[in-house]
């Protein structure tokens, strides 16, 4: 395990192909609280943040409060986790929050 002169930590791990998400829907949104705090404000429940009106993840992009880029991984991972949930024959990952 390694510290960079940035403080990450680069830790190798021989024989390991790749990581996976596996975790709930509530753990996707502690690691992006923004866009879950943020999605509590859409004028939708169901607002995917692509073009809805009264998106507020989009106003927050828009008034420069939160990065385009930052929306782009969390739907990525987002995807991430609904492919691993479906490979494993169990639908969708589970929450008890509303969706974001």
Excluded at 20 to 46: G, H, P, V, W
Excluded at 50 to 78: F, H, S, W
Aim: aromatic share 8%; hydrophobic share 35%; charged share 40%.
């Amino acid at each position: 395990m390694l510290r960079t002169p940035e403080n990450y930590i680069l830790i190798d791990m021989p024989g390991v192909r790749e990581v996976q998400l596996y975790d709930d829907r509530d753990a996707l949104d502690m690691t992006f609280d923004d866009i879950a705090e943020l999605a509590k404000s859409c004028k939708f429940n169901d607002c995917k943040h692509e073009n809805e009106p009264g998106c507020a993840v989009l106003e927050a992009i828009e008034e420069g409060d939160m990065a385009y880029d930052r929306l782009v991984n969390y739907k990525k991972m987002l995807r991430e986790m609904d492919a691993y949930w479906k490979r494993k024959g169990k639908g969708k990952y589970k929450s008890s929050r509303k969706r974001a």
